[in-house]
């Protein structure tokens, strides 16, 4: 259809379908009036665009990065339980929900918000941390060790951009899988079974974690059968940054350094495909593996050349590769490249795979003229490709080889042409079905079995993979108690080692919800991830969060529909938490489609919340394991019907029930009041209820210190509706948002309660020497558990 | 010249991964697998002679206490007596990590003349199999045919 290899000449007499046409030939990814908008520039220039033009405006232009959804003006309807229609219009979605926040609460204490590679927030004693969770979905599809591998070193290289370059201190990880139990015959959309998946994706992110000498110390796996064909692979990193390094900047005149691994042909359109459903027949060029030995020295000579000042600005070269880096850094100066000057892994890549290779392991950085012969030999020194390939100047995209013009573009129309989407949005509550009787049930059975389902079992296989000790910072780690194997609920990191400031970090999900309602959804895995971190003690009031959006093809509006319903309750709940979102990503056309089959399937719109705060004394950092005899144990939080979504739910096959919901008037001032009591050490243990409710609780609580337990759910606060049911199975199931089990000494009993006010809590019973999780339920029948049982299912129950 | 650098552990250790690659494999259905034998393979090109070739292997490739290792040129056509052989490689483009250690390690070691190295793996299936059976078993549980090949003889 095109002739010539350099230039789209018939580029300006195409149809919107030719363009359409020409732009699946070429895994563009960009819509007809993307491509129309492209074609009316070039034709106001009199010229045609280069393949190299076209290329690099795909990649700016991509949903990877530029989020088109996210920003795109929206017509929501949706209908509420009584069949009312409501609309509402989004001027641009993501400014309207999650950065609205943000702006509205202007916290002093965030330093960079959604503008850099990561979110920074003040830490203290002139320090700052940067934190930033990614995902890399479709890569750990289709090779889950690279994919995964590269995922991490990605992120990790986000938080060696962020302002001048943070030390990364610690790296997260979820993920999200098919179902281990699957036959021989059921597979990944990319043709690999889910076992292979889940042992290639935690190799992928050990290998590199490790490796890289930073630990691993927070993160979940879920198990859902609509990740078979899209499993979810998010990777975050912490790191730590000094205030002044917190700014930077881009001068006319700088040069554009190019530092690290090598460019070879691999990743390439790894952006633009990544903005699309995943199907069968992807190339293996779009595949990235990683090396993070080349990505450990980068990161040492990179913060030794920040603390020398040998560059103003600096970020990574992920998604577009060199065209995005270099595009994004040069927005306001213009930046002239030479690509014979880009360091290749062999010869023979064509100059448009230079521009564009998604090769790991490299920054690209400006430095001032005068800085460069420093630069030089310290990169020397340490083994580190380093090359100048251009400077910042002109006011345009100029891109060359060997004296070839590739690409001249006004970096206007680059980064601010694509054209705003409109997109329709609907929502239909599904048709709510009943909860199944308790009828013929066993209740001991039935906590046995939710501790065995592979979402609320042990992670030990995975965790134990990861070093979550290296750089001696990991004050509360991911299993504690004397024997190490209670799950904690957030990490806490100690910052400096003779100072006792420390850094909480903590997650929530749970995408099982969404098939009740997205708006419930997100506002649950919000309240888990700051549960999580008001149960080790972190200050409350310097929580920051981070928002990663999962979804099937936006395009559909009841796909968007569900983002939508999850925007709004991040903005609401956010708002009356008064948590600032510092920083987000969004993966979407997580869809298969098999051609062949002519099916397609999506998965559950999911949300990670990642949290992070402070705690001025990690001594002082509270633990989950039970810890003492005779100590009375509390429950706080109301307990209520809420079976929808719940783990038992699932155990018993049920889509039926009501999903948890969120008040935040009364959640909020207990999560202030459990902290004050937590500050005043009235607390000795205290565990957070979410998956598989009190019942899962209880269990990691006494297995977590090896004691037992005396419970009697008849004094578990219940909502009016629980109450009249007394149903054993509900109460010690029950998923409701809000809620703690505390462990307290007698002698602080009274200061406890009085502490915690008006805040619904009761004292359901208390620790005993005798390894047994003895419960009296709503009937009166004792039932118990060995704690050995217990910790037998739960450690048993992930068999990769 | 090219160079076939194979590493395997000696015999009298025992190879924990063929074992449970083994259960695999009667698992799928290659209930004819005997033994199953892994290891790793690596070829070496560029104006190296033997004692070159030999240096790499033995000082960086291979671990003189548990793992022993043959060099020699690649044969024409790979051939096994008393079962099937697969060797797994990187298909050309996608990036090899191994390899470029490799590459560096052995200029560290001053070793001169050393152009271009690829890494894969080896699996000898000892047994009664055939062909198609084993490469099926392959590139179901022991590669990415996104980014792998497989040579089975």
């Not at chain 1, 409109?422 to 501790?451: C, H, I, N, Y």
């Not at chain 1, 049920?654 to 935040?664: A, E, H, I, T």
């Not at chain 2, 007596?81 to 191994?98: I, N, Y």
């Not at chain 2, 560290?108 to 152009?115: A, F, K, N, P």
Request: aromatic share 6%.
């Amino acid at each position: 259809m095109l002739i010539g290899s350099e230039t789209a000449e018939r580029f300006s007499s195409l149809s919107a379908m030719e363009l359409t046409a020409l732009s699946r030939e070429r895994g563009l990814s960009l819509n007809a009036e993307e491509m129309t908008t492209i074609q009316t520039h070039f034709k106001k220039l009199k010229r045609s665009p280069t393949w190299a033009e076209l290329e690099t405006l795909a990649q700016t232009w991509s949903e990877h990065c530029k989020h088109k959804t996210f920003r795109a003006a929206v017509h929501h309807v949706e209908r509420d339980d009584h069949g009312r229609v409501h609309e509402r219009y989004y001027k641009d979605l993501l400014k309207d929900t999650i950065v609205r926040v943000t702006e509205t609460l202007k916290k002093s204490w965030c330093l960079s918000v959604f503008k850099d590679n990561a979110g920074i927030v003040d830490a203290g004693d002139g320090q700052a941390l940067a934190f930033k969770v990614e995902t890399h979905n479709h890569p750990s599809a289709l090779e889950p060790y690279g994919g995964a591998g590269t995922g991490l070193g990605g992120v990790i290289r986000d938080i060696l951009g962020a302002g001048l370059g943070a030390k990364p201190i610690a790296n997260t990880d979820v993920f999200c899988f098919g179902p281990l139990d699957e036959t021989a015959s059921e597979k990944t959309g990319s043709g690999l079974s889910t076992r292979r998946v889940v042992h290639g994706v935690v190799s992928g992110v050990r290998d590199y974690g490790n490796r890289m000498g930073i630990p691993t110390v927070n993160g979940a796996v879920y198990f859902d059968e609509d990740f078979r064909e899209n499993p979810l692979v998010f990777c975050g990193t912490l790191g730590l940054i000094p205030h002044k390094a917190v700014a930077k900047e881009v001068r006319s005149g700088d040069l554009i350094v190019s530092l690290g691994g090598r460019v070879g042909r691999d990743g390439i359109h790894g952006a633009t495909f990544s903005s699309d459903a995943l199907t069968t027949g992807i190339p293996s060029s779009v595949v990235q593996i990683g090396n993070p030995i080349v990505e450990k020295k980068l990161m040492d000579v990179l913060l030794v050349a920040r603390d020398r000042g040998l560059y103003r600005g600096i970020t990574d070269c992920g998604a577009g590769g060199l065209s995005s880096a270099v595009g994004e850094m040069g927005e306001t100066t213009g930046a002239d490249v030479h690509l014979e000057s880009v360091s290749l892994k062999y010869q023979g890549i064509a100059p448009w795979e230079i521009w564009l290779s998604e090769s790991q392991e490299r920054m690209v950085l400006a430095v001032p003229p005068s800085h460069w012969p420093e630069l030089k030999i310290l990169c020397e020194s340490e083994d580190v490709d380093v090359a100048v390939i251009g400077t910042f100047r002109g006011g345009r995209l100029r891109v060359s080889h060997t004296g070839r013009a590739l690409v001249t573009l006004d970096m206007g129309f680059l980064h601010d042409g694509v054209p705003k989407r409109t997109m329709k949005s609907v929502w239909s509550p599904p048709a709510r079905k009943e909860f199944p009787s308790q009828k013929g049930t066993s209740v001991k059975k039935d906590l046995l079995a939710v501790l065995a389902q592979p979402s609320v079992a042990s992670k030990e296989w995975v965790v134990r993979q990861y070093d979550h000790e290296v750089q001696g910072r990991t004050v509360g780690k991911p299993f504690v108690g004397p024997r190490g194997v209670g799950p904690s609920d957030a990490a806490v990191l100690q910052l400096h080692p003779s100072r006792p400031l420390g850094a909480v970090l903590a997650c929530g999900l749970n995408p099982h919800y969404s098939r009740w309602d997205p708006y419930w959804m997100a506002a649950s895995v919000l309240d888990e991830a700051v549960r999580n971190l008001v149960a080790v003690g972190a200050r409350i009031d310097r929580i920051s969060i981070l928002d990663n959006f999962c979804g099937g093809n936006p395009t559909r509006p009841e796909i968007l529909g569900e983002l939508v319903r999850a925007s709004q309750a991040c903005h609401d709940i956010a708002l009356a938490y008064g948590l600032p979102f510092v920083s987000g990503k969004d993966s979407l056309f997580n869809e298969f489609v098999d051609p062949k089959a002519k099916t397609r399937r999506s998965i559950p719109t999911t949300l990670l919340i990642s949290a992070l705060s402070l705690l001025p004394d990690v001594s002082k950092a509270v633990t989950m394991n039970l810890k003492k005899p005779g100590n009375s144990l509390f429950i706080l939080g109301e307990t209520r019907d809420e079976m929808g979504g719940s783990r038992y739910g699932i155990l018993r096959n049920s889509l039926g029930g009501d999903v948890p919901r969120l008040n935040p008037t009364e959640t909020w001032p207990l999560y202030e009041r459990l902290h004050r009591a937590m500050h005043k050490d009235l607390v000795v243990s205290c565990h957070d209820c979410s998956d598989g409710g009190v019942g899962v609780t209880l269990a990691e609580m006494c297995f977590g210190g090896g004691f037992g337990a005396r419970v009697d759910l008849g004094q578990v606060p219940l909502s009016a509706d629980l109450a009249k049911e007394k149903r054993t199975d509900k109460v010690l199931f029950s998923e409701s948002n809000g809620r703690f089990v505390v462990e307290v000494s007698p002698p602080f009993k009274r200061e406890f309660v009085r502490v915690l006010g008006k805040s619904v809590l009761s004292e359901i019973g208390r620790v005993v020497e005798s390894p047994r999780l003895e419960v009296v339920g709503l009937d009166g029948k004792r039932v118990v558990w060995s704690v050995s049982e217990l910790e037998k299912s739960w450690r048993g129950g992930l068999k990769p | 010249m090219t160079w076939r650098v194979r590493v395997e552990l000696k015999k009298a250790f025992l190879d924990h991964r063929g074992e449970a690659l083994k259960r695999e494999a009667h698992h799928f259905g290659l209930t004819g697998v005997r033994a199953l034998r892994t290891g790793a393979v690596y070829e070496l090109e560029g104006t190296l002679d033997q004692t070159q070739a030999l240096s790499i292997a033995g000082r960086l490739l291979a671990d003189p206490i548990t793992q022993e290792f043959s060099v020699a040129p690649p044969p024409k056509k790979d051939d096994f007596s008393g079962g099937r052989r697969a060797v797994v490689w990187l298909k050309k483009g996608v990036a090899d990590p191994v390899a470029d250690t490799v590459f560096l390690a052995s200029k560290d070691l001053s070793v001169q003349g050393l152009e271009s190295v690829r890494s894969g793996h080896v699996f000898d299936f000892l047994g009664t199999l055939s062909g198609p059976d084993v490469r099926r078993f392959c590139e179901e549980h022991l590669m990415n045919s996104l980014i792998q090949t497989v040579d089975v003889c």
